[in-house]
């Protein structure tokens, strides 16, 4: 069996033999802590969070570029690792689905492996992604291995794309599963209770009140009465129809469950700190936000949390899979271009005081606002009343 079948052949392994890795940084005594990929995304907070990032990482161009004497930089189409990036990494994945489940697994376990499958002249033509959990990171003396399981011998670092998050080592990523496992499991528990209390109509708790003494069995049989025709989700805002003067009485929210709501949402936004994602992204609107403050948070989605990501991987990327040869003049890059775009009113300011001071021709703007181009407005425009301050003044006596 060659590396390659035997690589296929854990893609997807069976959560019994899953081998976690032995590098812990962080314990927690409490049993009420979120252990497991599965269990963290049951969050609707640590959800939103992952798939904003993955699926914006996910979106944007990546591609191959090759950069010029002149300092300009043109796309390597013809080049094989052009398509490995930009198209379809493996036989399985396309490339947005293996960036997706690369970034997964680096936001929760703080580690992101694929196998680089080489031909027999060692040009990558595959990267076959890995469980996080089924990869053991060995540092031996100045070299990096990988023990997968499935696999009989350790990978060697050249063989491995690896994307780790913070690190204190360098070499391992922390997992956030690990490092915010009360956080995370806070939320789970909050969300249970919170589940619990609307499922037993939580939102009509009160009391009844008669006006005489009732006998133990009325009582009980008032009470069932009551439970199966105006208990839980399903009964809630129902006519109550109450026998013999016996009256209802609402409860107000309690203390304790105006605190809940408060933890809930103080939760979901260490959550989003967590992952440095802006609120606004997944849904939490305080107050006081307003477009322009949501168009902001946008810009700070990329530069706080999106861009460190799309360094690294580019960084990966260009260490593992370019030749030495080839390090000097070609690099990996993602188009952010789309992220940073304003509405379009700010765009078209901005393209026209580009176009009268002429550093970008109609053509340019075409491309940027993705048109095609056309056919003699490739020009630059001059402004009159400019010229080159170090030429003299011809008119000058």
């Not at 390659?4 to 959560?15: A, C, E, N, Q, Y």
């Not at 992952?50 to 013809?78: H, M, N, Q, W």
């Not at 003494?213 to 839980?232: A, C, D, H, V």
């Not at 056919?375 to 009159?384: I, M, R, V, W, Y």
Request: glycine share 6%; aromatic share 10%; hydrophobic share 35%.
């Amino acid at each position: 069996m060659g590396l390659l079948d035997r690589i296929k052949g854990v893609f997807s392994p069976k959560k019994e033999e899953r081998l976690w890795n032995n590098t812990t940084f962080f314990s927690n005594n409490n049993s009420e802590v979120v252990s497991s990929k599965e269990q963290a995304m049951s969050i609707a907070a640590v959800t939103g969070c992952v798939r904003a990032i993955s699926t914006a990482v996910a979106s944007l161009p990546l591609s191959l570029y090759r950069r010029e004497e002149d300092g300009d930089k043109t796309l390597e189409r013809s080049h094989i690792l052009y398509k490995l990036l930009h198209s379809t990494p493996n036989s399985i994945n396309t490339s947005y689905t293996w960036r997706v489940q690369q970034m997964i697994n680096l936001l929760l376990e703080g580690n992101a492996y694929s196998v680089i499958i080489r031909n027999n002249q060692g040009i990558p033509v595959e990267l076959m992604p890995l469980e996080s959990s089924n990869v053991r990171v060995i540092k031996y003396e100045e070299s990096i291995f990988y023990e997968v399981q499935g696999v009989d011998q350790p990978l060697n670092s050249f063989d491995v794309l690896h994307i780790s998050g913070l690190s204190f080592d360098g070499c391992y990523g922390y997992s956030p599963l690990q490092m915010y496992a009360s956080t995370l499991g806070l939320g789970v528990k909050s969300r249970e209770y919170a589940s619990n209390y609307f499922s037993n109509g939580g939102n009509i708790s009160g009391y009844l009140k008669s006006p005489s003494p009732l006998k133990p069995e009325t009582i009980e049989q008032l009470r069932y009465s009551w439970n199966q025709k105006y208990s839980g989700i399903g009964n809630a805002h129902t006519t109550a129809v109450l026998p013999n003067g016996i009256e209802y009485h609402r409860m107000n929210l309690t203390p304790a469950d105006s605190d809940l709501i408060r933890q809930m949402e103080f939760t979901r936004e260490e959550i989003a700190s967590i992952f440095a994602v802006p609120p606004s992204q997944i849904g939490i609107m305080k107050d006081s936000s307003s477009r322009a403050n949501v168009e902001e948070q946008s810009i700070m989605f990329y530069r706080n949390c999106l861009l460190p990501y799309l360094v690294n991987i580019e960084q990966e990327l260009n260490k593992k899979l370019l030749r030495d040869d080839e390090k000097e003049n070609l690099f990996f890059e993602f188009n952010a271009s789309g992220i940073l775009r304003g509405d379009i009113e700010s765009r078209y300011n901005a393209y026209s005081i580009a176009r009268q001071w002429g550093w970008l021709s109609a053509n340019e703007i075409r491309t940027l606002e993705n048109m095609n181009k056309v056919e003699g407005l490739d020009e630059f425009l001059t402004p009159l009343n400019m010229s080159d301050a170090t030429k003299e003044d011809i008119d000058e006596e």
